[in-house]
């Protein structure tokens, strides 16, 4: 009996055992699941919630979308699905047929500094002329009384004024001309004119682009075709190498190369500009 007694407490404390294991069990797998949701809704949210409109656009109105156009025109979507990559993946397909925009700096009316006068600029001056006075006579009588035996004398006297000294001659007449000075700035209304002026000049570049508002944020890469990754990525692994970049057109945007690096080096010496650009062969110097 004390055997058999033995016996089932030891049972019951085996299925109490297996039952807390698989209490433990249960709980790390709900929570190694809870934590394995987080993360991949972590990871993977932006991707299932892409930007659907005005992903990209440039000054000219052209734009991308959708945040996966580049993806979609690396699949072959540009000529297999044309109708709607055309219109809704302009960037990524080169289907913009608009012309490129920029910004035009403001102009400036030429600056002219004349002297101003309230009369008359030549000096005027007058001359007096002379005065003459006339002669003056004071007759005086003065009465002189005698005896009755004398007849009565009247004496006259005359009293004459000289004439006033003449007057000073006139002082000489003096005519100043007075040059004005007119300064004009030269206007140029193209930007890239202007910025050609700049590349002569760079020593202040960054300051006077910023102050003549000719800084372009957005490269203009509607003439070229740029290595998207996509390429680079697909290049490098059935062929080992990537494709080589064979052009480079920085009068298109040099404004923008003025003031910005690119992103595939190109443009950073304009008189070598695929010199240390990305995706070329390397030089050794001897």
């Known amino acids: ?68 156009c580049r993806f979609w025109a690396t699949m072959g979507e540009c000529g297999s699905n044309s109708g709607w990559m055309s219109i809704n993946c302009q960037l990524a397909c080169g289907t913009c047929t608009r012309p490129p925009v920029t910004r035009r700096p403001p102009q400036t009316q030429a600056a002219t500094l004349p002297f101003r006068f309230s009369n008359n600029p ?48 006139p002082p000489p007449t003096t005519t100043t001309t007075i040059h004005t000075t007119t ?18 000049d760079p020593s202040n570049a960054a300051e006077v ?13 509607s003439g070229r075709h740029p290595l998207t990754q996509e390429q680079v990525v697909r290049s490098n692994i059935a062929n080992a190498c990537v494709p080589r970049l064979d052009e480079a057109e920085c009068e298109r945007s040099l404004c923008y190369n003025l003031h910005f690096r690119t992103m595939d080096g190109t443009c950073n010496n304009f008189q070598f500009p695929l010199r240390g650009a990305a995706f070329r062969p390397y030089s050794r110097q001897v």
């Open 183 to 200: 300064t004009t700035q030269t206007i140029v209304s193209n930007p890239t004119e202007r910025c050609r002026q700049i590349q002569r």
């Open 209 to 221: 682009l910023i102050r003549e508002r000719l800084v372009v944020a957005t490269e203009d890469n």
């Open 1 to 68: 009996m004390f055997v058999k007694h033995s016996l089932k407490q030891t049972n019951n404390l085996n299925k109490q055992q297996k039952h807390c294991l698989y209490k433990r069990i249960t709980t790390l797998t709900i929570c190694f699941n809870f934590i394995l949701f987080c993360t991949v809704t972590t990871v993977f949210g932006s991707d299932e919630n892409p930007i659907i409109r005005n992903f990209k656009c440039r000054l000219n109105g052209c734009c991308d979308q959708h945040e996966w």
């Open 122 to 169: 030549f000096i005027q001056t007058h001359s007096r002329q002379p005065q003459t006075f006339p002669h003056l006579f004071v007759t005086r009588t003065s009465p002189t009384t005698h005896p009755t035996t004398h007849p009565t004398t009247t004496q006259t006297t005359t009293t004459f004024r000289p004439p006033p000294p003449p007057p000073p001659p």
